[in-house]
Structure formats: structure tokens, C-alpha cells
């Protein structure tokens, strides 16, 4: 099939992280699958689809709850501010109490109650660096191995430690109090444990039986002749654990579990991390594998009770946890934003602005995934989509296919740190900073970056014309006579809305008049329309524009009366865009100009994420809500303009909302896992002992910095950011948090180093061989070479190294944003 006719509607572009999705339906099996093993693999399955289902449909209440607050919580302030508060409390308006808890238990109970649905959805990630290379027989009884060995003890440890941590909270009526103003009752949110702890064991069953049918009938015997000692040692084992005085040999366990090891606890730790790096590449689900190893080095290290203890209180805190509840919410605006097609308008129309500039494309490809990272963050439908839309039109136009691929795979790639970034919002609770500041400080290193891609195609272009020739007259769009005066003015305008509306969201009219901003907002608007509509409306509105940004240039001197560099760059450049928007006073001008018509498919295409962006990520980044109201404003503000498109029913919202809880259980459940397994590694003091074995080598801390972001570097080649993010940071963190590097406290040193991670970590979509952005790319442009499509990546990756570069050499780069908008 040739990559324009790819159906866009058919790639699972959102799986980004989701290394082998499932292709079955739920409860189809193959049919020489053992006859017996058959209709239980298809029962548990629709036992978990249906869960799943139910479940994802609870991200309808998650964003009503949320939006409500939002729209009370301001609604009340606009009305307090023009004197009516007691019409306000008397409608209800105002903050409340509920909603904040009540969102953070919806928000929990989704990812753990449907952590059996993403195993059966064959969601679950993991590093398959070395398993992919093997035989089906030999995956096949590898996983079966460690299906019997990790996930289903571990699995009934979880389920029977999570029902007694229920049936405490439930038995004494515990209820929210550190952290909760509403005080609920706790245990409806917690019965999500052992619910999901129970419905992913049981289906782990159907896993194992997969496994034997894949490795075929000679092996499989072997394991079922196995099954019945295996069942009894498992049997014995749980009796053991949770009451030994029941089986035979349960004291002599005990006394095992109790006994006090010879070697220290850190070595034990040193143990517990290479286990760790073992099993992993050897490519089972790494959430199982870190629930399961830090349940046998945390009774080896310390003890039963404490290691029980420490897996209910990290999976609760994960589940309560305000700032990861933004992870679903972010997921599904972006899902929702790109199934209503509104990226394919903005390129085509893009394309068509620049048809008569070297790299048209290029251009294209970059600013599109510049915008829909900020709209949606998700970077596999970047990837595909903008594969779809510029592949076939790049190849058509003779374009040079390594840079071709490595521009669209480096601008899908944006996605993963410019806000709102998923990789950000799991990375906050880690580093223990604020989402916000984090937001704030990726935006300067996201424009660099974009900026960087941009400049080294354009100049890679300007070098060597036919890495980008300029588009056949059959793709270039119908203009009129002023077509530079189109551009000028069209970019003038924008830039005038984009200036009223910041100054109205800072209620710099609000003083002047009520809602002042809103009106002075409307009225912007409304102006810029008639002039984009008639030319004798445009002659008189120009010089007022023009003047406009004059004024607001003087009015922003400096105290010493100067203008500041940016001041005088800006005014220049109001000026020239005036001078080259002159042809419309000539008398050329009648008939002659007018805005062609690709316009307003540009305005079609870019207004929609310029107004989620603005609305959603603008409120974070101002401080009027946080990230989780952001996020269901995003995900609410992309379900009305799918209504608005045309483009919503309720199959396809259907659709996305189990899209988004795939992804959701896939970085929810690892979190949970991590943070169970980052405590015990912690408790056993590793962490502390390598910090002081690191700060007493004679080194600068620079360069222990550089040889971490190094560490970061190279695994990002085999491993995707959740575990390096979730897993590596952690450990590394201690060592980080004692480096004295350019007199940075504690807090800018971590909102510093968590963008130089995030900027480190694009390498995970850029680095062979576990780069998904070039088999989402190959995928949808097939006649493409994946050797061409890799040395393309790796130009890019260049690129961003040197980004990187900039990053650490001068941090105020990162810094800069988050103190300017905290006031400090």
C-alpha cells in the first residue's frame, strides 16, 4: 500500500509506549490452542474487556467533577470582583470541597481497577531489547517462565496485602486527613486494589496459556506435567507467608524471613539493581518485575511487614496522587484533538503558505509539530500523521529522504517536552517539584530545539538546493498579485491578537472597565475579521495595528528610559511588516488583493490548538489552575470542538477514551510499581552509598553531572523514558541533589536537571533500535528505506545534543521562565 493511501483511521497512533497491543478481539483464541486451555483464556478475557470498558467510562465523571469546579471556582471570583458575591454564593458558585478528592479516587480507581484489561490489551511495556531477537519457542517459554516464577506470586502477595490494607480502612472508617480539607471515607477508592490486584492474577492465567500454545506441543506437555507440583509449591508458599502455622514448615519460613542476612543492606541493594537490569532486558513487563523483585529483596533486606507496608502505601499514594491525575485527562485531549483532523488542515495549509520557499516541507513538518505538541503531547500521532500527510508529497517532490524522515521524526518527537508533556507530569512527583515550574522551564528548551530543527534544514537547504526544492507549480496554492502582502499582514494580525490577548489575560484592561479583557478581546477579534474580509476596513485598521504595538514598545522601556534589545528587534520588525503590507493603499490593489483562500483553511487548522493551548496550558503556566483542571479543560475544550468539526460520535469517543486508558494503565501502573520498588531500593540505603562513593572520588561535580546525563544518554538507546524516568532518576537522584553546580539551590537544581533528563530522553525516539518513531514512520511510508529513515534520526540527534549542550552550559535558559512567572 502506498503511504498516501494509508488510512489514518486504522494505525493505533496513540500506542506510542505500547510495544505489542494485542491484535485478537477479546476472547478469540487460536484453534489448536489445547481445547481445554480455550474457553478460560476467552472467559477471563471478556472478564477484563468489560472491566476495562466500565472503567474508561469513568473519565466522563473525572472531567465533569473537574470542569465544574473550574467554571464555579472563577465564575465566583468574576462575579466577586463586580460586587456581586452574594448572588454568586447564593447560585452555588464558589470553591468546593469535594471535588478535589473526589477527582483524585476517580483518577486512581482508573489505572489500578484496569491494570488486568492493559495486560489482556498486551499493553503492559517492555524492554524487549534482547527478546525480540529470540525464537517464538524461546519468548514464548521465557515468558511462560516468568509468568510462574514472578508475576503470579507476586500478583497474590499484592491482591491479599492490598484486601487487608481495604478491610483496615473499611473495619475503622478511615478517612482522608493529611491532605483533605472534605475528609471522605478512604476504603471505596481503596477496594481498586485488591479489585485490580485479583483481575490482573487471573489474567495472568490466560497469559501462561498463550505462552504454551506459542511454544509449541513438545514443551507445553512439559509444563503441564509440571503444573500440578508447581500449584502445590505456590499453595504452600502463600500458606507459608501469611499463615505459617498452618502448613508444615511454615514456622521454619518465618524464622527464614526473620533471619537477619550476612552481607549489608546496601550490597543487597547493589543485588536487588543488577536482578533488576537482568530480568528487564530480558523483556518481561518491567511493572511485574519491579512489584516482584521488591518484594524478595525487601524481605531479604529488611522484613515481611515492612515491605507489605511500604508496596500499599506508595500504591495508594500513586492512586491519590493530584498531579498524576492529569495523565489521563492530557491523554485523552490529545487523542480526541487528533481524531478530529485538525492536524491534516493546519499542514496542508502551511505547505501551501510556503509552496514558493526551498524546504517548504521542512517548514511545514516543524511548525505543525511544534503547535500539536503543545495541543496534544503525543508523540506516536505525531510521528504517523505527519508521515501520512508529508511522505508521499516529499517523495513526489524529489525531497532528500534522510532529512525528510529525520525532520518528521524529530518534530514528533517536541511532543515529549513541550507542555503539556506527559514525561513532565510523571517527572514532578519524582524530582519532587512542581509540575508548574517544570512546564515552565521546558518552554525556552522547546522553542530551541524547534528553532535548531529549523535552522538545520533550512541551512542544510540554502547549502544544497535539492535536499528541498521548491514545490511543482501543481502544488502551489492560487494567490493574488500580493502575495508577500498577504503573508506580512496576515502575520501582523496574528501577533496583534496574540499581544491583546496576553495583556487581557493579565487584566491589563480590567481595570479600566468590568470584564475589560474580555470585551477588549472580542472586539480584537471582530475587528481582525471585518479587515481580513474587506480591504478598505484593512487601509484604516494597519496604521492603527501598527501604531498599537508601537506604543506598547515605548511603554515597555526599561527604568533607565533604554529600549531592551527585544524591544527594538520587535519594533523593527512591526515596522517591516507595515512596509511590506503597503500595496494595499496602491491602486493595484482594487481586485488585485485579497487573502486567498488557503487562508481561512490555516485559521481552520490553527486556531482550535492555539485556543486549547492558550486556555489549557496558558492557565497552568499563569498560576489559574493546576495541571489536572488544565488538562480536563483541554480534554472538554477538545470534545466541543470535535462537536464543532463534525467530527464526534459516540463509537469514536468511545474509541478514545479506551485508547486513553491503555496508555494511562501503562504509565500509572509502572509509576505505582517504581515508586513501590525506588522505596525498598531506598531503605536498604544503596542510594546513600553510592552518592558518598561518587562525591569521594576527586572529581568536579560537573563532571559527575555530565557522566549521569551520559548514563541517561545510553540508556535511552535500549529503554523508553517510563522506566528511565521512573526506575534510573530515582536512583540517580541522591547523587544529583548533592552536587554543588553553579550555586543552585536544591529546587532550581531539580527543575534544571528534570529538562536536561527530558531534553536527554528525546534520544529514546531518535536512537536505534528501539526508536518507535521509525516504525511509525515506516510504517505509513513503506517505500521509504529504515536505513535511510535511521541516518536521518541520527542527524537530528545530533542537533539535539546540541541543545542539550546549550541547556547545561547555561542553565538560566531553564530557569529563567519559571522565576519570572513566580514573581522572583
Same mark, same amino acid.
Given at each position: ?114 491494570? +488486568? ?174 512489584? =516482584?523483585?521488591?518484594?524478595? =529483596? ?166 544544497? *538546493? ?5 514545490? *511543482? ?177 459516540? *463509537? ?24 513501590? =520498588? ?100 515506516? +510504517? ?45
Amino acid at each position: 500500500m502506498a503511504a498516501d493511501e494509508v488510512n489514518p483511521e486504522e494505525l493505533e497512533i496513540a500506542d506510542e509506549l505500547i510495544a505489542e497491543r494485542r491484535a485478537e478481539a477479546p476472547g478469540e483464541t487460536p484453534e489448536d490452542m489445547t481445547p481445554w486451555q480455550r474457553p478460560i483464556t476467552a472467559a477471563i478475557d471478556v472478564i477484563n474487556y468489560r472491566a476495562g470498558q466500565l472503567i474508561a467510562l469513568l473519565m466522563v465523571p473525572l472531567i465533569i467533577v473537574v470542569v465544574f469546579e473550574v467554571l464555579s471556582r472563577n465564575s465566583f471570583a468574576i462575579l466577586q470582583n463586580a460586587g456581586f458575591a452574594d448572588f454568586a454564593r447564593s447560585i452555588g458558585l464558589g470553591p468546593t470541597l469535594w471535588v478535589y478528592d473526589t477527582s483524585r479516587m476517580i483518577a486512581g480507581v482508573l489505572f489500578m481497577a484496569a491494570a +488486568g484489561y492493559g495486560l489482556m490489551r498486551g499493553v503492559h511495556i517492555r524492554a524487549d531489547f534482547l527478546y525480540r531477537n529470540w525464537t517464538d519457542k524461546t519468548q514464548a517459554t521465557v515468558d511462560a517462565l516468568l509468568y510462574l516464577m514472578f508475576f503470579i506470586p507476586s500478583m497474590i502477595f499484592f491482591t491479599v496485602v492490598s484486601c487487608e490494607f481495604w478491610w483496615l480502612a473499611y473495619s475503622r472508617s478511615e478517612t482522608m486527613q493529611i491532605d483533605s480539607a472534605w475528609g471522605p471515607l478512604l476504603w471505596p477508592a481503596r477496594l481498586a486494589m485488591p479489585v485490580g490486584g485479583f483481575l490482573l492474577l487471573l489474567q495472568g492465567i490466560p497469559e501462561i496459556f498463550r505462552a504454551f500454545h506459542k511454544m509449541g506441543k513438545e514443551r507445553e506437555r512439559w509444563f503441564v506435567r509440571a503444573l500440578p507440583i508447581y500449584l502445590i509449591g505456590l499453595a504452600w508458599l502463600v500458606m507459608a507467608v501469611f499463615l505459617p502455622d498452618w502448613v508444615p514448615g511454615g514456622a521454619w519460613f518465618s524464622d527464614l524471613m526473620a533471619a537477619r542476612p550476612e552481607l549489608s543492606k546496601p550490597t543487597i541493594g547493589l543485588i536487588m539493581l543488577g536482578a533488576m537490569l537482568f530480568v528487564i532486558f530480558i523483556g518481561f513487563p518491567i511493572s511485574f518485575t519491579l512489584i =516482584f523483585l521488591a518484594f524478595v =529483596f525487601g524481605i531479604w533486606g529488611a522484613n515481611f511487614k515492612l515491605t507489605t507496608l511500604l508496596m500499599t502505601l506508595n500504591t495508594n499514594s500513586t492512586m491519590l496522587n493530584d498531579q498524576l491525575m492529569a495523565v489521563p485527562l492530557f491523554v485523552l485531549m490529545g487523542i480526541v484533538m487528533e481524531a478530529a483532523g485538525l492536524m491534516e488542515r493546519l499542514f496542508a495549509s502551511i505547505q501551501m503558505i510556503m509552496a514558493r520557499v526551498r524546504g517548504a516541507l521542512f517548514i511545514a513538518v516543524l511548525i505543525v509539530s511544534t503547535i500539536f505538541a503543545a495541543a496534544t503531547g503525543i508523540v506516536g500521532a505525531s510521528v504517523t500523521l505527519l508521515g501520512i500527510m508529508a511522505g508521499a508529497t516529499m517523495s513526489r517532490s524529489g525531497y532528500n529522504v534522510q532529512l525528510a524522515a529525520g525532520t518528521i521524526t524529530a518534530g514528533g518527537t517536541l511532543g515529549i517536552l513541550i507542555p503539556p508533556s506527559i514525561m513532565l507530569i510523571v517527572m514532578g512527583p519524582v524530582l519532587e517539584v512542581s509540575t508548574l515550574d517544570l512546564f515552565r522551564g521546558a518552554f525556552i528548551p522547546g522553542a530551541l530545539l524547534a528553532s535548531l530543527y529549523l535552522l538545520y534544514t533550512l541551512g542544510r537547504c540554502w547549502l544544497n *538546493p535539492e535536499l528541498g526544492p521548491i514545490l *511543482p507549480e501543481e502544488d502551489q496554492p492560487d494567490t493574488s498579485n500580493f502575495y508577500g502582502a498577504e503573508v506580512a499582514l496576515i502575520c501582523l494580525g496574528v501577533l496583534t491578537v496574540c499581544r491583546v490577548f496576553g495583556h487581557s489575560m493579565g487584566g491589563t484592561f480590567g481595570g479600566v472597565i468590568p470584564f475589560g479583557g474580555l470585551i477588549v478581546l472580542v472586539a480584537t477579534l471582530f475587528i481582525a475579521y471585518q479587515a481580513y474580509r474587506k480591504l478598505n476596513i484593512l487601509r484604516i485598521v494597519l496604521p492603527i495595528a501598527v501604531l498599537f504595538h508601537l506604543y506598547m514598545v515605548v511603554a515597555n522601556m526599561s527604568d533607565g528610559g533604554g529600549l531592551p534589545i527585544w524591544s527594538t528587534v520587535l519594533a523593527a520588525f512591526i515596522l517591516l511588516l507595515a512596509f511590506l503590507g503597503r500595496p494595499i493603499y496602491s491602486s493595484a490593489a482594487e481586485g488585485g488583493f485579497y487573502f486567498s483562500a488557503l487562508w481561512d483553511e490555516f485559521f481552520a487548522g490553527l486556531m482550535p490548538p492555539t485556543i486549547l493551548i492558550s486556555f489549557a496550558l496558558g492557565s497552568i503556566l499563569l498560576g489559574l489552575a493546576t495541571p489536572a483542571e488544565a488538562a480536563a479543560m483541554g480534554a472538554f475544550g477538545a470534545i466541543l470542538l470535535s462537536l464543532a468539526y463534525r467530527k464526534f460520535t459516540i *463509537p469514536s469517543f468511545f474509541d478514545s477514551l479506551i485508547k486513553a486508558l491503555e496508555i494511562t494503565v501503562l504509565i500509572m501502573f509502572l509509576v505505582a510499581a517504581s515508586n513501590f =520498588f525506588g522505596a525498598q531500593f531506598s531503605a536498604l540505603g544503596t542510594p546513600k552509598m553510592m552518592t558518598e562513593l561518587l562525591l569521594g572520588l576527586d572529581m568536579s561535580p560537573y563532571l559527575i553531572l555530565i557522566l549521569v546525563m551520559s548514563l541517561i544518554f545510553l540508556l535511552g538507546w535500549p529503554l523508553e523514558w517510563v522506566p528511565i524516568v521512573l526506575i534510573v532518576v530515582p536512583i540517580l537522584l541522591p547523587t544529583v541533589e548533592a552536587l554543588d553546580v553553579y550555586g543552585l539551590d536544591r529546587y532550581d537544581m531539580m527543575v534544571w536537571f528534570g529538562i536536561l533528563v527530558a531534553v536527554n530522553l528525546q534520544t529514546a525516539w531518535l536512537s536505534p533500535p528501539v526508536a518507535l518513531s521509525a516504525y511509525f514512520l515506516k +510504517g505509513v511510508v513503506p517505500n521509504w528505506d529504515l536505513k535511510d529513515i535511521y541516518l536521518g534520526m541520527m542527524q537530528f540527534m545530533l542537533v539535539q545534543l546540541l541543545g542539550l549542550i546549550l541547556l547545561f552550559i547555561f542553565p538560566q535558559l531553564v530557569l529563567w521562565l519559571p522565576a519570572v512567572m513566580s514573581g522572583n
